[in-house]
């Protein structure tokens, strides 16, 4: 018997009392440096995200990592690299660089309108 049920975005498959969870799509995951103390950065990033992305996103992942890593990957494409993109980036392009990933279609509001006025 195989029962499914959705559990916090993800869906639960359970086949004769053994449970497995499906990763849920899109899945943001979010690499961030121990060692330099950056896992409350990356919770923060994690928290807007999943606060903009409601409906779009399917799970959001902080993966704990040395040697000043910080890197954004969105279905397996990293959006951004803290070492190759100058640091850490601003929460209206992550959020325009997660959104043209997974909903090009949706509004981020006034972050859209802050990018069209600096152009």
């Not at 869906?11 to 950056?38: F, H, K, S, V």
Request: charged residues 20%.
């Amino acid at each position: 018997m195989r029962i499914t049920s959705n559990v916090g975005g993800a869906r639960c498959a359970c086949n004769d009392g053994a449970m497995a969870l499906e990763p849920a799509t899109p899945r943001i995951a979010i690499n961030y440096c121990t060692q330099c103390n950056w896992l409350l950065r990356a919770q923060w990033f994690a928290a807007e995200l999943l606060s903009t992305f409601v409906a779009e996103v399917g799970e959001v992942a902080l993966i704990p990592g040395t040697n000043a890593v910080f890197t954004i990957h969105v279905n397996g494409e990293l959006i951004w690299d803290r070492a190759t993109d100058g640091g850490f980036p601003e929460i209206t392009e992550l959020k325009r660089r997660v959104r043209d990933e997974i909903a090009p279609d949706k509004s981020l509001g006034h972050s859209d309108r802050q990018a069209s006025a600096s152009s």
